[in-house]
């Protein structure tokens, strides 16, 4: 089983809608919990992170943290284009970051 | 803002070349990392480094190694480059509070280097 697993995607929504993000990690002792928009051709940038269970809102953006079910989740509502980049969900556990391989989100006008 | 600066956007090497590749932070991150990054294998750890001198190697530490002189710089050197080490390298840097609960990474722009 992966450390960090996401939907590979692609994932397709329409302008407006709300994407839905998920990822799981097997980790039960990993302590805080990423998320990295990638657009194509450049480096990931820190959107968001969450380091207890429940929904952490910023702007459009809902991270949400099950550490329980070990899932977490990224919400975006109102999706624009500008949205579109591949999503990377991260868990740090002591120093230790570890990655999804990537969700790719198109968001269609 | 954190920067963290790559020297290099692109760079083309031959074949058993040794590659310098430079990563200097402005923010005083105790934390700094290097990853490369290809298509449909994601993220992959090469080194790390918690302090100066001090280094730490990742999943695929293999034809590289790095170097850590001062705290704000972190460099990359393939000893002798090989094809299969064409890929975007990717600098990050963070800091570290508490027994582990982290802030998330700094990326620089990344490198992309081809070996030819």
């Known amino acids: 089983q992966k450390e960090v697993e996401q939907n590979s995607g692609p994932l397709s929504v329409p302008e407006g809608a709300i994407a839905s993000l998920n990822c799981t990690y097997s980790?039960?002792?990993?302590?805080?919990f990423f998320w990295y928009r990638q657009y194509s051709g450049k480096s990931p940038e820190l959107i968001m992170f969450?380091?207890?269970?429940g929904d952490k809102e910023d702007g459009r953006f809902t991270a949400q943290l099950n550490k329980a079910s070990q899932y977490v989740s990224l919400l975006i509502r109102d999706s624009q284009p500008s949205d579109s980049a591949t999503y990377l969900c991260?868990?740090?556990?002591?120093?230790?970051?570890?990655f999804g391989a990537g969700t790719r989100l198109t968001v269609k006008p | 803002d954190v920067k963290v600066t790559q020297s290099s956007r692109y760079l083309v090497k031959r074949t058993g070349e040794k590659v310098f590749l430079e990563c200097v932070q402005d923010?005083?991150?105790?934390?700094m990392f290097w990853y490369r990054q290809d298509p449909g294998l994601g993220l992959r750890l090469i080194y790390f480094?918690?302090?100066?001198?001090?280094?730490e190697k990742g999943d695929i530490p293999e034809g590289y190694s790095v170097s850590r002189e001062k705290k704000e710089r972190f460099s990359l050197i393939l000893e002798s480059a090989s094809t299969n080490q064409t890929s975007m390298y990717l600098c990050?840097?963070?800091?570290?509070?508490?027994?582990?609960?982290?802030?998330?990474?700094?990326f620089g722009s990344g490198t992309r280097l081809t070996v030819v």
């Open positions: 990050a840097s963070s800091f570290t509070i508490g027994t582990g609960e982290g802030y998330g990474y700094t």
């Open positions: 980790d039960r002792g990993s302590q805080s």
């Open positions: 969450i380091y207890s269970n």
């Open positions: 991260a868990v740090n556990i002591n120093n230790d970051m570890r």
């Open positions: 923010m005083d991150h105790e934390n």
């Open positions: 480094s918690y302090d100066v001198k001090m280094k």
